[in-house]
């Protein structure tokens, strides 16, 4: 039972960080455009805007799968920052050509099983940690200025 019930928590895992991840998109509008809100919110309909919620969620949620399940660190860290750029790039895409933030479930669907196919894979992911983390930075540096100062270009602009 534990091993089947491990095996598909990548879709509870998709479900969960969607849910959550929809909760903070709104939370824009239901703080009454707070300031704070601005850094983790859906403040207008461009791509990033849309995925940006979704994407702190999944980070977030990495956190509490490491702290929950103790997988091996440098492969399961290396495994997630893989699928948090593919999810961003899948969900920037989908975005962009449907305009609506429902069609993040099924990216949110594909990231986690592939992610855990990477991790049951046993591929050599933790080769890559040092080049992973500064594009993770890089990632998270955006996440959290792209809002504030958004460039003039595609995934930023409505």
Known sequence: MYVSARRYFWAVSAIGIFLCGYAVHIGYEVSGHAAWSLLVSSVNGSPWELVKPFALVYILWTFIEL???????????????????????????LTAFFGNVMV???????????????????????????????????????????????????????
């Not at 997988?71 to 961003?88: E, N, T």
């Not at 998270?140 to 409505?158: A, D, E, K, N």
């Open 67 to 93: 702290s929950c399940l103790r997988p091996s660190l440098l492969h399961f860290v290396c495994a997630r920052i893989i699928m948090l750029h593919g999810f961003a790039g899948m969900g920037i895409l």
């Open 104 to 158: 993040l479930l099924p990216a949110l669907l594909a990231a986690e099983y592939l992610c855990s196919c990477l991790y049951r894979a046993r591929v050599r992911t933790e080769l890559f940690f040092a080049p992973l983390m500064v594009s993770f930075i890089a990632f998270f540096t955006i996440l959290l200025f792209g809002s504030v100062y958004p460039p003039p270009f595609f995934p930023f602009l409505c």
